[in-house]
């Protein structure tokens, strides 16, 4: 029986010592060396191959080396098993303070600031809103919306979420559904994207939204920030907006095609941050050690855990 990593472009040699540390005695093949196609039990994959996990007769299950799970599903020839996700608190918490920190951005002004110190320009007159002021909405109240809204809102800032099913949270307003969508946008100044990438939310953040977003907020602007997937932005319509003023500002690190193509002009617009998908990369000490658990208690014939909704894509 072996175990198939199929992660092109990661560090085989890295991942598949600390994995043998962790399962020791097991046989690890890769897409390169797999020979014996029966002998697969488990994949272990992150943007895997298309068709690669087909054909795969005594495949038991499928682990997502990440929290999002669309590189896997996007698979048109994906075998009818469980797949399973990491689901992390080191991953969790990076992401918060990924996030946390762009909100404190907007809301400080870091870029004004670091244009003036470069200028040696000392202009303090100015109208400093607190966070108590701003109204933050976040799109997707899972594991990474939840955490990151108890902490937002532990900053002063009115945070509100929007989620598929109805939820309830302690200091949130949450807000579900199509009609939930409306009235959590109305009240966004700075907009939190930490949605998966299904078929209903691809696309999702795009002018029609951007339309919806507050003007008058205390940040003279709505802004958008997103580490959820770049499938779900339309960059057309995130540069549009914020030449018409549709959007003040925007931090992303996801992105339609990854790595960000040179020529984009996100790159050197003024008003956005990019940073490489990289806001919750968690140690991969913690994601081998969660895998692993996962394939000794499936032996010991516990149930899987963070298995994924293959209908609703997440
Ligand atoms: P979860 O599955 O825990 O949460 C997803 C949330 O999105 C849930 O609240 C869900 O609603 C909501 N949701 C999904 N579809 C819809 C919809 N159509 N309408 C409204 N709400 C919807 O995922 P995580 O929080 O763990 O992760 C979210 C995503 O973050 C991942 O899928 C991945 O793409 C991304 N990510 C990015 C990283 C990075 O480095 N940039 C790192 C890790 C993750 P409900 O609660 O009702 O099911
Ligand atoms: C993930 C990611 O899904 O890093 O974990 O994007």
């Known amino acids: 029986m072996s175990l198939l990593f199929a992660a092109p472009g990661w560090d085989e040699g890295f991942w598949l010592k600390r994995f043998a540390a962790l399962l020791p005695g097991r046989a690890f093949v890769t897409p390169q060396t797999l020979a014996d196609r029966a002998a697969v039990r488990y994949a272990i994959a992150w ?51 990924w996030v946390a920190l762009h909100c404190l951005m907007h ?50 800032f009115q945070v509100a979420a929007w989620s598929a099913s109805a939820k309830s949270a302690p200091g949130i307003a949450c807000f579900d559904g199509a009609a939930g969508l409306e009235a959590m946008l109305a009240r966004a100044d700075i907009l939190v994207c930490l949605l998966p990438l299904t078929a209903a939310t691809r696309g999702i953040l795009n002018a029609s939204l951007f339309a919806r977003l507050p003007r008058e907020g205390r940040l003279g602007g709505a802004v958008l920030i997103n580490a959820g997937r770049g499938g779900l932005q339309v960059e057309a319509d995130i540069l549009a907006a914020l030449d018409s003023g549709a959007l003040k500002g925007a931090s992303l690190d996801v992105f339609e095609t990854e790595p960000l193509p040179k020529d984009s002009r996100l790159w050197t617009h003024p008003a956005v941050y990019v940073s490489p998908h990289n806001s919750a990369i968690s140690h991969p000490d913690a994601v081998a050690r969660a895998i692993a658990e996962q394939i000794q208690a499936h032996e010991r014939g516990e149930p899987l855990r963070n298995v994924v909704d293959r209908k609703k894509g997440y």
């Open 47 to 97: 943007r895997p191959p298309r068709g690669l996990l087909a054909d795969l007769p005594r495949l038991e299950a499928i682990f997502s080396l990440g929290a999002g799970v669309d590189h896997i599903l996007s698979d048109p020839r994906l075998p009818d098993v469980p797949i399973a996700r990491i689901v992390d608190p080191d991953l969790t918490a990076r992401m918060s303070e």
């Open 107 to 156: 809301l400080r002004q870091t870029r004004r600031y670091e244009r003036q110190q470069r200028e040696r320009m000392w202009d303090d007159d100015d109208d400093q809103p607190a966070a108590r002021d701003v109204r933050v909405g976040i799109l997707g109240f899972g594991e990474l919306g939840r955490d990151a809204a108890g902490k937002l809102a532990a900053l002063g």
